[in-house]
């Protein structure tokens, strides 16, 4: 155990003043939605790396607390963070797991370690000291610790606290920060904790209420009510009438329903409060009856074989007997559906309801009380007003409100994709996500996800979300913007997709023409991103120009250069003349070559195009005499993401990437970046006299360097590894390597680029490729296409097939390698 030395005090006036133990109390607690972020004001340490967060938290799971040197946004999500942080994740993988991230990499992930609560509000603090996060469970600081992690490397400027969420609501209350101080154990009198009476005022009610639209399936709400309802009961001497709904009545038990008639069932022995307590356990999943019901209550479960009510009942009355407590009493006893039974986290998530049953009622249409005709299908999907109602706002008041499908039987959706309404459908009555939809980002999805939104299926589009972000990458984002842009709901997935384009910014304007179908806000987003990573503002300039045009092919400046000369800007851009003028301010003219400029000062972009030429004119004038408006402007600063560029001239050159690590990155002279740490090397082979890692980073040449053979998934596979760091990143457009002394000359091979090390990509692909042909020979290739464009941390030379030497035929013996490219 880590242990350190405290050295502030503090009095409880100094931690909260008067009016702010005042504004705390009347704010009881705050509820964080999924994938939002919550910044109080004063939720900050006062001296930055140097604090305690004391809070409790009502949640299924993932209770996040965000720690940042900077406050974020309300759509703020720490997957997306690029900025030094710490994440505290309590209740991780549904509940399972605890789990702390540096800069977004996860570093400790444990099992069974302070996980959150769902069913009332559980306290929790965590504290950090110079990079040493403590976390506890209890009202009190510094007591009941449960976990210490110590970063090596502390961040020791995080001084904002954020309180987050993942897929679900999470509810926190009585939040305070603290310093820490050398007397942990008195430090707990200062906090601001609030105690609530438990009823209806209760806290964890209230929250209950709040996230009711989004994490409950709705069906209490049709509880006792007319609506929907299609039978009902007659029940006691004074023959009250109570409404209820076949279907859920027969997925729970054995109520002898018919299908197709309205029933009337009649109880003249039963009491209304025992009845009441059956279909409040039936609905909701919790019921309340006196002591003295119990009895009648068990046996009238029993009756309809809604056996989990049967067997708690029996339970109860088994502890009341052992207790030789009166069972006449008429104390009142709560009963909840075991937790332990429930085996979906959604529908129907705490009801006695059986899943298999309903399913087999949509399928088969029994109890079924309307049709629903899909698009131009004329298909007709039979199902069940009171599930669609539960869900849905929509279909509730559609079914309620005396619109023309309240009386009626059917309902015509026109506009609806067929398929996603029918899984749509299928997850309200399971609770589950079609494989067919989950198999990464597809038409499908989107469509799902759209039709969740606009009917209010919200774990649907919770669902949706998840998967969404879980498989984001370079080639789906322009597809996915196009789609949600224009959906509130999507505000995260939106601002995510912009930040992966803009950091993938040549990619994702050079592998497809997709791009200029985004609207003017996303494209603007993009354009003005913190993150946005380009090689050149030349490219910054074609991406515009194609948008503008609405170009349905891929071409630069040069093109629209000759298309303009017999048009005019109005007719070539069209409506989208306007956004060109104010586009084109974003372009960092004065940070293209004088060569390019002059070039563009002649051109007919510059002559039909008075903002183009202006910018051009002030960008000259800037790098031939240093004159400027405003030398802050941000056209006049390199973008703090932006690539180096390190090109090939030549065989052996000194323009590389594994020569510029060597210098230090330009610092100071050459030494071995493998000895210098700077880039690392492995081999498939071990380490040994003939495969050395830093001879292939070397400036000399090597008789023997060779990367022997292992076996992978059954196959001989040969290979030298590259990373070039941690911190960096490499879009390589050319590689040379240099054979050893041997004649063994590879013919068949890919070179391949990877972000983790695990998953590759290839680069290039070299059949039967008789470069090589002499012992010591250089040889290089371009890496060309739109991979070129994607950045790697890691890059591979595998071998798929053997070389020309017939004695050891895998051995790859190469002893050079360099890569060139972007790299930062």
């Keep these: ?106 570093v400790v992930d444990a099992a069974g370690v302070g996980l959150c609560c769902s069913s009332a509000f559980q306290s929790y603090w965590i504290s950090i000291y110079d990079g040493l996060i403590s976390i506890g469970k209890g009202r009190y600081p510094f007591q009941n610790l449960c976990f210490q992690w110590l970063d090596s ?127 409040q356990y039936v609905y909701t999943g919790h ?32 502890q009341l007997t052992s207790h030789e407590q009166l069972v006449e009493s008429p104390k009142p006893v709560d009963i909840s559906y075991p937790s332990w039974l429930q085996c979906s986290k959604t529908f129907p998530y705490g009801l006695p309801i059986n899943r298999e049953r309903l399913e087999q009622f949509l399928s088969t249409g029994e109890y079924s009380d309307l049709d629903i005709y899909v698009g131009v299908h004329d298909l007709v999907l039979q199902s069940h007003k009171v599930i669609l109602g539960s869900w849905s706002v929509p279909f509730a008041k559609m079914f309620t409100n005396g619109m023309r499908e309240s009386a009626s039987s059917m309902v015509c959706l026109k506009d609806v994709p067929l398929e996603a309404f029918k899984i749509m459908l299928e997850f309200m009555y399971t609770g589950e996500l079609n494989k067919e939809a989950t198999g990464g980002i597809n038409t499908l999805l989107l469509q799902l996800l759209l039709l969740a939104d606009e009917f209010g299926v919200t774990l649907l589009h919770q669902e949706c979300c998840k998967i969404l972000l879980e498989c984001l990458s370079e080639d789906s984002v322009c597809p996915i913007l196009q789609v949600i842009s224009s959906v509130p709901s999507c505000k995260l997935i939106e601002e995510t997709c912009e930040r992966i384009f803009s950091m993938h910014f040549d990619y994702c304007t050079t592998a497809s023409i997709d791009f200029v179908m985004l609207d003017e806000a996303s494209f603007s987003n993009i354009l003005q991103h913190t993150d946005l ?89 800037f790098l031939e005499f240093g004159v400027t408006g405003s030398k802050r402007s941000q056209k006049f600063q390199h973008r703090k993401s932006s690539f180096k560029e390190l090109l090939y001239i030549c065989d052996g050159d000194s323009n590389g990437v594994l020569y510029f690590a060597g210098t230090s990155y330009g610092k100071h002279q050459w ?67 240099r054979q050893d002394g041997s004649r063994a000359f590879m013919r068949r091979w890919n070179f391949q680029g990877s972000l983790d090390g695990k998953s590759w990509t290839n680069l290039r692909i070299h059949e039967n490729d008789q470069t090589i042909c002499k012992p010591g020979q250089f040889a290089s290739w371009p890496i060309t296409g739109p991979n070129a464009l994607l950045p790697f941390r890691f890059f591979r030379l595998l071998m798929t097939a053997p070389t020309t030497d017939d004695t050891n035929p895998w051995n790859c013996c190469i002893c050079f390698l360099e890569l060139y490219g972007y790299f930062r």
Excluded at 542 to 557: H, K, M, P, S
């Design 1 to 106: 155990m880590v242990h350190c030395q405290l050295y502030c005090e503090v009095s409880k006036e100094e931690l909260f003043p008067p009016g702010e133990m005042m504004d705390k109390k009347q704010k009881k607690f705050l509820t964080v939605a999924p994938f939002e972020c919550a910044w109080p004001n004063d939720l900050r340490f006062r001296e930055a790396g140097r604090g305690c967060v004391a809070f409790d938290a009502f949640a299924h799971n993932d209770v996040t607390i965000v720690f940042r040197e900077q406050v974020g946004s309300q759509h703020y999500h720490y997957k997306r963070d690029n900025c030094p942080h710490y994440t505290v994740i309590i209740g991780s993988h549904r509940n399972k797991r605890f789990k702390i991230e540096v800069d977004g990499k996860t």
């Design 153 to 279: 490397n502390p961040n020791c400027s995080v001084q904002y606290v954020g309180l987050s969420s993942w897929d679900k609501h999470v509810g926190y209350r009585n939040v305070n920060v603290l310093p820490v101080t050398p007397n942990h154990l008195s430090l707990w009198k200062h906090v601001d904790y609030v105690e609530h009476d438990l009823g209806e005022d209760d806290l964890e009610q209230e929250l209950e209420d709040q996230i009711a639209n989004y994490e409950s399936w709705g069906l209490g709400k049709f509880l006792e009510n007319w609506e929907l309802s299609d039978m009902f009961f007659v029940v006691g001497k004074e023959e009250r009438v109570v409404p209820a709904h076949k279907l859920i009545l027969a997925a729970c038990g054995d109520f002898g329903l018919s299908s197709s008639v309205e029933e009337v069932v009649h109880l003249p022995d039963i009491s209304y409060s025992v009845l009441h307590a059956l279909l």
């Design 287 to 318: 019921a309340q009856i006196l002591e003295s019901d119990l009895r009648s209550l068990k046996s009238l479960s029993l009756q309809y074989k809604v056996m989990p009510l049967v067997k708690q009942c029996e339970e109860i009355l088994e």
């Design 533 to 621: 990573t380009v090689t050149s503002e030349e490219r910054v300039l074609n991406a515009i120009l194609l948008w503008c045009l609405q170009a349905r092919e891929l071409y630069g400046w040069e093109t629209v250069n000759e298309l303009i000369v017999n048009s005019t800007p109005e007719m070539l851009f069209g409506e989208r003349l306007k956004s060109l003028n104010g586009f084109l301010n974003l372009v960092r003219f004065p940070l293209l070559p004088l060569e390019l400029l002059k070039k563009f000062e002649g051109s007919n972009l510059c002559q039909q195009i008075p903002t183009f030429d202006h910018l051009v004119k002030e960008a000259i004038r």
């Design 671 to 737: 030494v071995n970046p493998v000895l210098s740490k700077r880039v690392t090397i492995t081999a498939s082979s071990p380490i040994s006299r003939c495969t050395d890692p830093k001879v292939l980073v070397s400036r000399n040449f090597q008789g023997t360097s060779l990367a022997g053979p292992q076996m992978e998934d059954g196959r001989n596979a040969s290979w030298w590894m590259v990373d070039v760091g941690q911190d960096h990143q490499l879009m390589c457009n050319y590689y040379t390597l």
